[in-house]
Protein backbone atom coordinates (compact mmCIF):
# COMPACT_ATOMS: atom_id res chain seq x y z
CA UNK A 1 0.00 0.00 0.00
CA UNK A 2 1.22 3.54 -1.02
CA UNK A 3 1.57 5.89 2.03
CA UNK A 4 -0.45 9.38 2.06
CA UNK A 5 0.02 11.54 -1.16
CA UNK A 6 1.55 14.31 1.61
CA UNK A 7 3.98 11.61 3.39
CA UNK A 8 6.78 12.03 0.70
CA UNK A 9 9.87 9.86 0.37
CA UNK A 10 11.66 12.53 -1.96
CA UNK A 11 11.86 16.20 -2.58
CA UNK A 12 11.74 19.29 -1.03
CA UNK A 13 8.70 18.47 1.38
CA UNK A 14 9.48 14.94 2.38
CA UNK A 15 8.84 13.40 5.65
CA UNK A 16 6.69 12.45 8.25
CA UNK A 17 4.79 16.26 9.04
CA UNK A 18 4.41 17.55 12.47
CA UNK A 19 3.69 20.68 14.00
CA UNK A 20 6.23 23.01 14.83
CA UNK A 21 6.52 23.84 18.44
CA UNK A 22 7.41 27.91 19.34
CA UNK A 23 10.91 27.72 20.77
CA UNK A 24 11.61 28.62 23.85
CA UNK A 25 13.03 31.89 25.05
CA UNK A 26 16.79 31.42 26.13
CA UNK A 27 18.26 33.06 28.99
CA UNK A 28 21.20 34.13 26.57
CA UNK A 29 18.80 36.17 25.05
CA UNK A 30 18.19 38.83 27.81
CA UNK A 31 21.97 39.14 28.43
CA UNK A 32 22.48 42.98 28.06
CA UNK A 33 19.08 43.91 29.02
CA UNK A 34 19.13 46.51 32.36
CA UNK A 35 16.61 45.41 34.36
CA UNK A 36 14.42 48.23 36.72
CA UNK A 37 16.31 47.08 39.68
CA UNK A 38 19.94 47.66 38.87
CA UNK A 39 18.85 51.17 37.21
CA UNK A 40 17.13 52.00 40.38
CA UNK A 41 20.65 51.28 42.65
CA UNK A 42 22.53 52.80 39.71
CA UNK A 43 20.69 55.80 40.08
CA UNK A 44 21.35 56.19 43.98
CA UNK A 45 24.87 55.68 43.37
CA UNK A 46 25.23 58.05 41.01
CA UNK A 47 23.19 60.54 43.43
CA UNK A 48 25.23 60.16 46.49
CA UNK A 49 28.72 59.51 44.97
CA UNK A 50 28.31 62.06 41.70
CA UNK A 51 30.80 62.01 38.93
CA UNK A 52 34.43 60.28 38.64
CA UNK A 53 37.42 63.11 38.57
CA UNK A 54 38.00 62.11 34.40
CA UNK A 55 34.24 62.91 34.25
CA UNK A 56 34.04 65.69 35.46
CA UNK A 57 37.15 66.54 32.92
CA UNK A 58 34.76 65.31 30.46
CA UNK A 59 32.20 67.64 31.11
CA UNK A 60 34.58 70.84 31.45
CA UNK A 61 35.64 69.81 27.75
CA UNK A 62 31.72 69.73 26.77
CA UNK A 63 31.22 73.05 28.19
CA UNK A 64 33.55 74.54 26.36
CA UNK A 65 32.66 72.91 22.52
CA UNK A 66 35.52 70.84 22.60
CA UNK A 67 33.60 67.77 21.56
CA UNK A 68 36.38 65.81 19.78
CA UNK A 69 39.19 66.19 22.35
CA UNK A 70 36.31 64.73 24.86
CA UNK A 71 36.12 62.27 22.82
CA UNK A 72 39.57 61.10 22.68
CA UNK A 73 39.72 61.93 26.14
CA UNK A 74 37.33 59.01 26.82
CA UNK A 75 38.82 56.93 24.44
CA UNK A 76 42.09 57.01 26.36
CA UNK A 77 40.50 56.31 29.65
CA UNK A 78 38.02 53.40 28.69
CA UNK A 79 39.73 52.05 25.83
CA UNK A 80 37.62 51.79 23.27
CA UNK A 81 35.88 54.30 20.56
CA UNK A 82 32.13 52.69 21.79
CA UNK A 83 32.67 52.74 25.26
CA UNK A 84 34.45 56.84 24.44
CA UNK A 85 31.21 58.02 22.22
CA UNK A 86 28.49 56.08 24.64
CA UNK A 87 30.35 57.91 27.93
CA UNK A 88 30.47 61.08 26.00
CA UNK A 89 26.41 61.04 25.44
CA UNK A 90 26.12 59.74 28.90
CA UNK A 91 28.05 63.00 29.97
CA UNK A 92 25.99 65.17 27.48
CA UNK A 93 22.92 64.42 28.76
CA UNK A 94 24.07 64.52 32.64
CA UNK A 95 24.84 68.49 31.51
CA UNK A 96 21.43 68.71 29.66
CA UNK A 97 19.70 67.86 32.84
CA UNK A 98 21.83 69.91 34.99
CA UNK A 99 20.86 72.86 33.00
CA UNK A 100 17.19 72.14 33.07
CA UNK A 101 17.52 71.46 36.56
CA UNK A 102 19.11 75.06 36.96
CA UNK A 103 16.17 76.54 35.29
CA UNK A 104 13.44 75.54 36.86
CA UNK A 105 14.49 76.39 40.37
Known amino acids: MAPPPMEMCVGLDKGHKVTKLPPKEKP ?3 KGHRSKRVKFVRDVIREVSGFSPYERRVMELLKVNKDKRAL ?32 AS
Open 28 to 30: SHR
Open 72 to 103: KFCKKRLGTHRRAKRKREEMISALQSMRKAQA
